[in-house]
Nanobody
Framework: QVQLVESGGGLVQAGGSLRLSCAAS????????MGWFRQAPGKERDFVAA????????NYADSVKGRFTISRDNAKSTVYLQMSSLKPEDTAVYYC?????????????????WGQGTQVTVSS
């Protein structure tokens, strides 16, 4: 059973930074792509970032390009999301995701495993 456990969320002022972590277990971590989605109150879940199995390929939503960086440590079975220059509109629950593919997908339906989510709140 694949399990994803996020950590690192919290309250930060606009312009600040946070780093989210996601620890994975239940299968060979280094064979699969990983990603992050987010859901703001009253809105649908949106793609944020994804990374392929090796870390060589990364994919970002336009809204976070240049501000967020996704990375992974296959030895630790962990994926990270470094968030900088945070804006109030980044406030959301952030979900770590993985699926059965090895590439950096942005398609929600390609991720069948989801973490419980971690709240990020950016105050103005």
């Amino acid at each position: 059973q694949v399990q994803l456990v996020e950590s690192g969320g919290g309250l930060v002022q606009a312009g600040g930074s946070l780093r989210l972590s996601c620890a994975a277990s239940g299968r060979t971590f280094g064979s699969y792509g990983m990603g992050w989605f987010r859901q703001a109150p009253g809105k649908e879940r949106d793609f944020v970032a994804a990374i392929n199995w090796s870390g060589a390929t990364r994919n970002y939503a336009d809204s976070v390009k240049g501000r967020f960086t996704i990375s992974r440590d296959n030895a630790k079975s962990t994926v990270y999301l470094q968030m900088s220059s945070l804006k109030p509109e980044d406030t959301a629950v952030y979900y770590c995701v993985t699926g059965s593919t090895s590439y950096a997908s942005s398609r929600m339906n390609e991720f069948e495993y989801w973490g419980q989510g971690t709240q990020v709140t950016v105050s103005s």
